[in-house]
Every structure is written in structure tokens, then in C-alpha cells.
């Protein structure tokens, strides 16, 4: 399914709001429209309508005296009302001149003593004129007046139409866009959501920030304005048309050739914009990438003194998206507003000659409203070719942002489920697992362990052996190659990803917190967890210690991943947050490297409480550390090269041994 397509789907997700704002601006179209044919039945029919025929009549409604006489317009007589002799009122200039018998010739007219002489090629006519006078030409229009008051009033009354029914397909079509956004931008977090880790392993956050801000806001740009703009074009443009057909069809057809003119710009335009708009929104996601890295990692770039380094690739990606759009500024500059001032020229040629090659003939001779309404329509009808041209821009920048944002959706994800399952008793089982996050590249090589529940389990090993890639499997962030890997007997593949981390708990080596407080970042804000256990959590670690000098307590505000506290007391309050969930399984990774050795010693307290009835995981470079663990895992280059206690490791005198004797020399050395 195309970009296209796809929008137009979310739009129609609110097609009730979108088709009352259309109702709503087709009237208001049609009510401006109106204007200049009142302007035209004005002009032809009163303000030059009394140069129609007059017939002498008796005093009444609609009748004019005149020298004596009462004359009344032929279209004011009612049927069957007696009409007497016929006279005329034709204008030279800005004098009015009265001819008492029918006039049937057109053409040039001019007084010759007085005579007013008509010539119309050959032809030549004289007939006696008798000048009006001010006064008395106004009495000839006295029976106009009211009529013109009306047609001012309605005029005036559909112009106040049209302004409220403006404002309502406005702020209808306006308020469906913005449903259009909030539902796009709650599918687009929702999907990031359900993406696997795999996906952010490779694209930066600010790529993802970029895709839900600024491209469903360029798509907002597009439901909001350039679709209001092309709509309402749309129906102006027939709206004109229609009106420009009943005044005259020949020059109508004329004005239909601006139709193919402008579809195959749009159709070059877009060949150009679209190149030029992928790299523009490419780079802008890159710049906020790079922005967001750098404020994260700001206090190494300042201390390893690489503010100019950054400044110049920074610059790098700002110079490739300023001189692309310099390229979108020349193109839009280039043709938008002269392709239209060409075309209005153009026009206005075509029109000039034909109403200037029809005023020669005898029978094409057209009415002044009717040049009037002409002139209006086809000023009015640039306005909204103007508007189409000018919203070509945005509509490509939305469709760009829309194939960004579609792509995003289109990932496969895992739907998040609601289904619930007992707390397990958290035996596991490796059997024979490998895995590996490229291709054909294996991190892990036939792991095979148990842990019986409430047992300890320590992994050790270098940088790079594969110990955090084991939890990331029982966590099911990735699933294993081959093998399987069981829970109380049951394969976890069978379990839905929620589901199984219902009952385990992590507790990372750099933990992240939430901008909240620090009650609320143990909670998490689950409604299970009431403030009582919380506050048990934190006492259960010892952070009454460590927390009691803050002025809130555990209401403290805790900004964007806790920068305002130490290390320790973050991990502290990571801790706390395991323990609170309650979980069956639990895994520490690393979880005791960045703390001093006084919170230390309180935390290897509290875990003591914390493993009773869980299976526990711990992730260890300081071997000190596990010395009591039920089994320790020795891992190398992904494969398990020891397995056993801490004594029994030690009686091998193998890897682990020399581990720890190394890591206890060094330790003498320091102390020494």
C-alpha cells in the first residue's frame, strides 16, 4: 500500500468530522462564489438596466414621471398591464440622454446636434436625444434602488455565511488532523513499545525521537494545511468553473487548459522534491541523534576536550541539510509563484483578445456584468492555483515523513499482552543454547546449567565471554539460535515476553530511573505495589540511611535518570525496585561495581533477605563477591570452560582460581 493510501486510511478514521468540515466548505465556497453573479445582476440588470426599454404607462409602482409622462420598465410591467409607446435611456459617457421611440441598433454611439448618431460598421442611425438631467435621472432609477439595497443584503448576508462556515470547515477539519496525529503518534510509541531490542541496537534514539516529533508533525503539516489548502482549491476551482461554463463556455474551455498545466508540474516538481526532501528529513533525524548523544555523553566530551571535534561534525551534517534545502528554496522559488504569475498572465492575454476580438461583431457584444463576473472569477481562480503550488512543498515533506514514519510501523513487533500466569517457582534450564546477534556469528556455544529454585548462580568471565548475553536470552530480549531454554519445565518460547517478566527482576550495573521520585521510581507507578511496600523495599536495602538527610524523603523529585544522585544511591534505589516487584528470578548484573564499599557491605546484607525463595543470577567481576554462590559459571569466548563452587573452582586451580588470585594480589598490592 502506498504513503498515500496509508494517510488517507488515518484520515478516514474520522471521516465523519472530515465530511461534516467538507459540507461546511463546500458551502461557504458556494456562498462566496455568489458574489459576483449579485455583482453582475446589479450592474446589467439595475445599474445599467435602465438603458432597457420604457413604455409610457399610468401613475403607479415601478413608474417614472417624465416631462408629463410616466414610464415604466418593460420587465416591471405585470401581465396583461395595457404598455404605451416605447422610448429609451442610453448613456454616452457619464450623460444619459432620453429618446422618445424604440432604439433596435448597437453600436458606437456619439450626439451631433442634437442627435445621437449610432454606427455600428456601414450602418449608421440618428435618433433625437433629449439630455437628463441629475435630478431627473435619478427619479429613473428610483424603482432600482430597492432592489439594489436587496441584492446588497444578500450579498452582505451570504458573505457572513460564508465566514462562519469558513471558520467551522476550518476548525472541524483542523481538529480531525489533529485526532489524526494523536493516533498516528500513540501507534508510533506503541510500536516502539513492542519493537525487539534488536531494532534499537542499531538506530540511535534520536532517530526514533525524530520520527515520532518532527516527521508526524510535517504529516500534521500535511492534515492540516496542505489538505485544507487542496481541498479547498479543489472546490473553489470547480466552483469557478461551473460559473465561468453558465457565463461563457467558450472562454471557460480556454481556462480549462490550466488544469493539465498544473498536473504536469506537479508531476516534475515532485520528481525533484522527492529527492531533495528524503535527504533533508534524513539528515534532520541525524542531527538529532547527534544532538541527543552528545548531551548524554556531555561530561566525556567536555573532560577528553572534543567540544571542537563535535562542533565540526556537527557542522558537517548542518552545511548538508542548509544546502539541501537551498535546493527545495530554488525550486519552490523558481517556479511556485512565477509558474502561477505566468499562467495569470497568460490568461488574462487569452481573455483580453477574446472579449476584444467580440466587441467587433454585431452579435457578441457582452454586458458589462458580464466582463465584470469574468474578471472576478478568473482573479479568484489564481488564488487557489497559488495555494495548490505553494502547498506542493509541505505535501512532499509530509509524504517523506509519512514513508519514515510507515517504515517505523511496519517493523515487526510483538503484541503486548495482558495474559497473567502464577508466580512461578523459577527453575531453569539451559539445554544445549546457541546464539548470536549477527549472522553466522555465535556469541554463546552449547550452554548447558541448571539453577533449582532459591539457588544462586555467579557468572564470570572477561569482557566479551557472554555473561550478560545469557540473561538477555532469560529475559527473552533476544531469543536463542538453537537449544532451549526451560522454566519449571516449560519452554520460555511459549510464554508471551510480558508474561514471563511478570516474575523476574533485573538489576543492572548502570541503573536508569524515571523523572518522577524516587518512591515512584521503585513502584514504577504500578497500582499493585501500594506505598507501604515501597517504602519496606527501600528500608530492606538500607537506603533510610542513606536517604534520610533529603528534605522530601522518598518523595524527592528525581530528574531525567537520576543525575542528581550518586551512583550508589541510584543503585540503591534499583535494588529496591527487584525487590518490590517480588520477582521469582532475579538477576544482578554487575549490579555492586559502582558502589562504595560502605553501601556494598549494606547491599550484600539486604541480598541475603532479597534470594531467599528466588532463583539468582549475579553477574560478577569482583569474585569476592560470590564466594557463596551455589554454582559459579566460568565462561570463555561463549563456551563454559568451569562449573562448580567456590571451593571446588579453587581445588581445580583452573581459570577461576587464577582469577581470584589475581584480583586478591591486586587488592594486597593496593592495600600494601
Not at 538529532?288 to 566530551?301: F, L, R, V
Amino acid at each position: 500500500m502506498t504513503v498515500g493510501k496509508r494517510l488517507l486510511n488515518y484520515a478516514l478514521l474520522y471521516k465523519k468530522t472530515i465530511v461534516a468540515a467538507l459540507l461546511m466548505l463546500t458551502v461557504s465556497v458556494a456562498a462566496d462564489l455568489a458574489g459576483p453573479f449579485i455583482a453582475k445582476k446589479m450592474i446589467d440588470d439595475h445599474i445599467l438596466g435602465i438603458e432597457a426599454a420604457w413604455y409610457q404607462t399610468a401613475e403607479g409602482k415601478d413608474a417614472v414621471q417624465y416631462k408629463g409622462d410616466w414610464y415604466k420598465r418593460e420587465k416591471y410591467f405585470s401581465e396583461g398591464e395595457a404598455k404605451g409607446e416605447e422610448a429609451r435611456i442610453l448613456s454616452i459617457g457619464r450623460e444619459f440622454y432620453f429618446i422618445d421611440e424604440p432604439v433596435k441598433e448597437t453600436g458606437e454611439r456619439r450626439i451631433d446636434n442634437g442627435q445621437m448618431v449610432i454606427t455600428n460598421g456601414d450602418a449608421v442611425s440618428s435618433y433625437e436625444a433629449e439630455k437628463i438631467s441629475a435630478s431627473e435621472l435619478i427619479s429613473f432609477y428610483n424603482p432600482e434602488i430597492p432592489r439594489i439595497i436587496r441584492l446588497l443584503a444578500l450579498y452582505f448576508g451570504l458573505l457572513v455565511a460564508a465566514s462562519f462556515f469558513q471558520y467551522g470547515q476550518g476548525f472541524y477539519l483542523k481538529k480531525a488532523a489533529n485526532r489524526v496525529i494523536q493516533k498516528m503518534r500513540s501507534d508510533v510509541f506503541g510500536q516502539i513499545q513492542r519493537l525487539p531490542i534488536r531494532y534499537f541496537d542499531n538506530l540511535p534514539a534520536g532517530k526514533v525521537v525524530a520520527r515520532i516529533t518532527n516527521d508526524t508533525e510535517a504529516i500534521r503539516e500535511l492534515y492540516v494545511t496542505v489538505l485544507s489548502t487542496f481541498f479547498t482549491s479543489a472546490i473553489y476551482i470547480t466552483g469557478i468553473y461551473i460559473a465561468l461554463f453558465i457565463l461563457d463556455v467558450k472562454l471557460a474551455a480556454i481556462c480549462l487548459l490550466l488544469v493539465p498545466i498544473i498536473a504536469i508540474w506537479t508531476v516534475l516538481y515532485r520528481r525533484y522534491a522527492s529527492k531533495y526532501n528524503h535527504v533533508i528529513r534524513t539528515k534532520v533525524s541525524d542531527i538529532n541523534a547527534m544532538i541527543n548523544e552528545s548531551i548524554q555523553g556531555m561530561n566525556i566530551i567536555q573532560a577528553f576536550r572534543r567540544e571542537q571535534k563535535s562542533q565540526d561534525e556537527f557542522e558537517e551534517l548542518n552545511e548538508t541539510h542548509f544546502r539541501y534545502q537551498n535546493k527545495m528554496l530554488s525550486l519552490n522559488s523558481l517556479t511556485s509563484h512565477n509558474l502561477v504569475g505566468v499562467l495569470r498572465n497568460i490568461t488574462f492575454v487569452a481573455f483580453i483578445w477574446y472579449f476584444g476580438g467580440s466587441a467587433v461583431g454585431t452579435d457578441a457584444v457582452v454586458s458589462l456584468g458580464v466582463l465584470y463576473a469574468f474578471v472576478d472569477y478568473i482573479n479568484r481562480l489564481f488564488q487557489p492555483v497559488t495555494g495548490i503550488v505553494n502547498q506542493l512543498a509541505n505535501l512532499e515533506q509530509a509524504l517523506v515523513a509519512g514513508e519514515r514514519v510507515f517504515e517505523l510501523l511496519d517493523e515487526e513487533g510483538t503484541s503486548v499482552e495482558d495474559e497473567r500466569m502464577q508466580r512461578y517457582k523459577g527453575d531453569v534450564s539451559f539445554n544445549n543454547v546457541f546464539f548470536g546477534y549477527k549472522e553466522n556469528e555465535c556469541v554463546l556455544k552449547d550452554i548447558s546449567f541448571s539453577a533449582k529454585q532459591g539457588e544462586t548462580v555467579a557468572l564470570v568471565g572477561h569482557t566479551g565471554s557472554g555473561k550478560s548475553s545469557i540473561m538477555n536470552l532469560l529475559f527473552r530480549f533476544y531469543d536463542c539460535k538453537e537449544g532451549e531454554i526451560l522454566i519449571d519445565g516449560k519452554n520460555i518460547k511459549d510464554i508471551p515476553y510480558q508474561t514471563i517478566r511478570e516474575h523476574m527482576g533485573i538489576v543492572l550495573q548502570d541503573p536508569y530511573l524515571f523523572t518522577g521520585t524516587i518512591a515512584s521510581n521503585v513502584s514504577l507507578d504500578d497500582p499493585r505495589i501500594p506505598r507501604g511496600k515501597v517504602e519496606a523495599a527501600l528500608n530492606a536495602v538500607g537506603a533510610r540511611k542513606v536517604f534520610h538527610n533529603l528534605e522530601n524523603g522518598y518523595d524527592e523529585p528525581v530528574i531525567e535518570k537520576g543525575s542528581t544522585l550518586s551512583s550508589g544511591q541510584r543503585q540503591l534505589i534499583s535494588f529496591a525496585r527487584a525487590l518490590a516487584f517480588d520477582p521469582a528470578i532475579l538477576i544482578l548484573d554487575e549490579a555492586t561495581s559502582s558502589i562504595d564499599t560502605e553501601t556494598e557491605a549494606m547491599i550484600q546484607e539486604a541480598m541475603e533477605v532479597l534470594k531467599k525463595g528466588r532463583t539468582t543470577f549475579i553477574i560478577a567481576h569482583r569474585l569476592s563477591t560470590i564466594k557463596n554462590a551455589d554454582q559459579i559459571i566460568v565462561l570463555d569466548k561463549g563456551k563454559i570452560a568451569e562449573q562448580g563452587s567456590h571451593d571446588e573452582l579453587m581445588e581445580q586451580k583452573g581459570r577461576y582460581y587464577q582469577m581470584y588470585e589475581l584480583q586478591q594480589g591486586k587488592q594486597i598490592g593496593q592495600a600494601g
